[in-house]
């Protein structure tokens, strides 16, 4: 009976502790939903893409914390997939934006993780061509919060599969003013849509060449309009990393090094606003994406990620991203709760 006893208390110490992790997640989020700050980016409906995935279901009890900066630059305007020369009086030179990010996950069970993510931008900016100024956003993006489930994992095979899903918060839902003008919604920080995520994930491991393949799909889905009337496209996303460990038989300086090849394609519906088409709104993008990952005492992971268009078709005339170039640092954490 006193076995019985001690196994129940156990049981409910460790779903109070659960619980309690996943209140403060979600509180976490509430709060910083209600933030005050305003702000606003340009040509991103949402947090970037922070480049190396953070990848399978963690263990129970075992933190990861994935923090990332990117810098994109864009300075060349498309009529679908040809480049042109736009001149009307506000064209823009060139925009550029900085954005910091993170996501933290945590394995609740051996099945199943929480994440977290969440972003700043530091600045979004447009230049003009026709006169000495300049359009400035900033501020705190959107917050993801999720759950990921594994469906499939076979340890001798190497294969894992698993699917996510999870809700899509602004920090804010109010646009942002500046000098008493509202920015336009390429410069708004924050979407102001709610809306959920769906992903897919599976990973497949090759011991003897040390070769690693991850596939994604990616949905995102936005439900209202935001206070400018605004309302950004569905998004889909799908992305394919190789990766190569130059492991043990190189040197001593490349036994930690990783190399990565990304392919990603991203195909965004036009945004609506006031219930009506905005005609230069969408894409069809893809991508390659070269990253090296440096394995720092089998702790720290670093990560430089160039992000480069290599086919576009864009709906009307548009400001098409020219480049960026990202970073990242991850690091995994045990805890006995």
């Given at each position: 009976?006193?076995?019985?006893?001690?196994?129940m208390?156990?049981?409910?110490?460790?779903?109070?502790?659960?619980?309690?992790?996943?209140?403060?997640?979600?509180?976490?989020?509430?709060?910083?939903?209600?933030?005050?700050?305003?702000?606003?980016?340009?040509?991103?409906?949402?947090?970037?893409?922070?480049?190396?995935?953070?990848?399978?279901?963690?263990?129970?009890?075992?933190?990861?914390?994935?923090?990332?900066?990117?810098?994109?630059f864009?300075?060349?305007?498309?009529?679908?997939?040809?480049?042109?020369?736009?001149?009307?009086?506000?064209?823009?030179?060139?925009?550029?934006?900085?954005?910091?990010?993170f996501?933290?996950?945590?394995?609740?069970?051996?099945?199943?993780?929480?994440?977290?993510?969440?972003?700043?931008?530091?600045?979004?900016?447009?230049?003009?061509?026709?006169?000495?100024?300049?359009?400035?956003?900033?501020?705190?993006?959107?917050?993801?919060?999720?759950?990921?489930?594994?469906?499939?994992?076979?340890?001798?095979?190497?294969?894992?599969?698993?699917?996510?899903?999870?809700?899509?918060?602004?920090?804010?839902?109010?646009?942002?003013?500046?000098?008493?003008?509202?920015?336009?919604?390429?410069?708004?920080?924050?979407?102001?849509?709610f809306?959920?995520?769906?992903?897919?994930?599976?990973?497949?491991?090759?011991?003897?060449?040390?070769?690693?393949?991850?596939?994604?799909?990616?949905?995102?889905?936005?439900?209202?309009?935001?206070?400018?009337?605004?309302?950004?496209?569905?998004?889909?996303?799908?992305?394919?990393?190789?990766?190569?460990?130059?492991?043990?038989?190189?040197?001593?300086?490349?036994?930690?090094?990783?190399?990565?090849?990304?392919?990603?394609?991203?195909?965004?519906?036009?945004?609506?606003?006031?219930?009506?088409?905005?005609?230069?709104?969408?894409?069809?993008?893809?991508?390659?994406?070269?990253?090296?990952?440096?394995?720092?005492?089998?702790v720290?992971?670093?990560?430089?990620?160039?992000?480069?268009?290599v086919?576009?078709?864009?709906?009307?005339?548009?400001?098409?991203?020219?480049?960026?170039?990202?970073?990242?640092?991850?690091?995994?954490?045990?805890?006995?709760?």
């Amino acid at each position: 009976m006193s076995g019985r006893l001690n196994k129940m208390r156990k049981l409910t110490k460790f779903n109070i502790r659960n619980i309690l992790i996943i209140f403060s997640l979600i509180s976490f989020f509430i709060l910083i939903e209600n933030n005050e700050t305003k702000a606003q980016c340009f040509a991103s409906p949402g947090n970037p893409i922070a480049g190396s995935a953070n990848v399978g279901i963690l263990q129970p009890r075992i933190i990861r914390a994935v923090g990332f900066y990117r810098y994109s630059f864009s300075d060349q305007y498309y009529r679908e997939s040809t480049p042109i020369d736009y001149n009307f009086p506000a064209a823009v030179s060139n925009a550029n934006y900085n954005f910091v990010g993170f996501n933290i996950g945590r394995g609740m069970t051996k099945k199943f993780s929480l994440e977290l993510e969440a972003g700043y931008f530091i600045n979004k900016t447009q230049r003009y061509r026709h006169f000495e100024d300049f359009s400035r956003g900033y501020g705190f993006s959107n917050a993801v919060i999720s759950g990921k489930f594994n469906i499939f994992k076979n340890v001798v095979k190497k294969t894992e599969v698993s699917v996510s899903a999870g809700a899509k918060l602004p920090f804010t839902t109010k646009p942002q003013i500046v000098d008493g003008v509202t920015l336009d919604i390429d410069l708004q920080p924050s979407t102001g849509n709610f809306g959920t995520i769906i992903q897919a994930l599976f990973v497949k491991e090759v011991e003897g060449p040390s070769l690693r393949f991850i596939a994604i799909g990616r949905y995102e889905k936005n439900f209202n309009e935001n206070q400018l009337g605004y309302k950004f496209g569905d998004a889909f996303v799908s992305s394919l990393y190789i990766s190569k460990h130059l492991a043990n038989k190189y040197t001593e300086i490349t036994k930690d090094i990783t190399l990565i090849l990304q392919i990603r394609h991203e195909y965004r519906m036009k945004n609506l606003r006031f219930g009506e088409e905005v005609y230069a709104s969408g894409n069809n993008i893809l991508f390659l994406a070269p990253q090296i990952n440096y394995n720092y005492n089998m702790v720290w992971n670093f990560s430089l990620i160039y992000d480069v268009p290599v086919y576009r078709y864009y709906n009307g005339t548009q400001l098409g991203t020219s480049h960026s170039i990202a970073f990242s640092v991850t690091r995994d954490f045990g805890f006995g709760i």
